[in-house]
């Protein structure tokens, strides 16, 4: 199944996780509604509008328990970088929003946290500020997702080549969700994906973006 952006290829259907104290796998999705006007989502399988998909002004915030997530899209750049997404989709019966640059952490095979750090990285990233309205309506998936970029390195500080020890591989990608909790997507084990890791903790992620 093709995905816009065209680089995308690949998902991995992964568990949601609500943050109330410690993280705990979500059992349920909010039911209270919005009551901000919704258009018809464009038909799966044509081209979705996306001047007119609504943003996210009017909707109520996504909450943990709402969303789940996905990573696909991985494709290698130019320098040693190579970019993948985050997709949360709303499978709850409202319409939501999500905003701003959420925190990205990423977990090792072994379930350890991966020490990150932020460099300059090319990627899909945007200052602009965006609002994002993931719309409650099975007629087109993308309306119902935002996605979350994300880039890595094959090379070290100096530019060099990674060294196989420097490289540390992830097996799940955790977003928080503003004042609800994180939202977990496992790397899959086949395919693109399956090596996606980083050298020495480079990693640059962004904002909430429309997923088209």
Same mark, same amino acid.
Request: aromatic share 4%; with cysteine.
């Given at each position: 199944m093709t995905r816009a952006p065209a680089l995308i290829t690949t998902m991995a259907v992964v568990t949601a996780l609500t943050g109330c104290g410690a993280d705990r796998v979500s059992q349920g999705t909010?039911?209270?509604?919005?009551?901000?006007?919704?258009?018809?989502?464009p038909?799966?399988?044509?081209a979705a509008d996306s001047a007119h998909r609504p943003d996210g002004r009017g909707f109520p915030p996504c909450k943990a328990a709402d969303l789940r997530g996905?990573?696909?899209?991985?494709?290698?750049l130019t320098g040693g970088t190579a970019i993948d997404f985050v997709f949360l989709r709303n499978v709850s019966n409202r319409s939501?929003?999500?905003s701003g640059t959420p925190t990205v952490t990423a977990l090792d095979r072994g379930g350890r946290p991966v020490p990150l750090r932020r460099v300059?990285?090319?990627?899909?990233?945007?200052?602009?500020?965006?609002?994002?309205?993931?719309?409650?309506?099975?007629?087109?998936?993308?309306?119902?997702? &935002?996605? /979350? =970029?994300?880039?890595? $390195?094959?090379l070290d500080d100096t530019g060099q080549p990674c060294g196989t020890s420097h490289v540390r591989r992830f097996r799940t990608i955790?977003?928080?969700?503003?004042?609800?909790?994180?939202?977990? &997507?496992? /790397? =899959?084990?086949?395919? $693109?994906?399956?090596g996606l890791g980083t050298c020495d903790g480079r990693f640059r992620s962004g904002q909430f973006l429309p997923a088209t």
């Amino acid at each position: 199944m093709t995905r816009a952006p065209a680089l995308i290829t690949t998902m991995a259907v992964v568990t949601a996780l609500t943050g109330c104290g410690a993280d705990r796998v979500s059992q349920g999705t909010s039911r209270d509604m919005t009551t901000a006007s919704v258009p018809l989502p464009p038909l799966s399988g044509h081209a979705a509008d996306s001047a007119h998909r609504p943003d996210g002004r009017g909707f109520p915030p996504c909450k943990a328990a709402d969303l789940r997530g996905t990573i696909g899209g991985y494709n290698g750049l130019t320098g040693g970088t190579a970019i993948d997404f985050v997709f949360l989709r709303n499978v709850s019966n409202r319409s939501c929003s999500l905003s701003g640059t959420p925190t990205v952490t990423a977990l090792d095979r072994g379930g350890r946290p991966v020490p990150l750090r932020r460099v300059e990285l090319d990627g899909l990233f945007n200052d602009a500020s965006v609002s994002v309205a993931l719309i409650s309506h099975a007629r087109n998936g993308s309306w119902s997702e &935002a996605m /979350v =970029p994300m880039s890595v $390195s094959g090379l070290d500080d100096t530019g060099q080549p990674c060294g196989t020890s420097h490289v540390r591989r992830f097996r799940t990608i955790l977003v928080s969700i503003p004042g609800s909790g994180r939202v977990a &997507a496992n /790397v =899959p084990r086949e395919g $693109s994906e399956a090596g996606l890791g980083t050298c020495d903790g480079r990693f640059r992620s962004g904002q909430f973006l429309p997923a088209t």
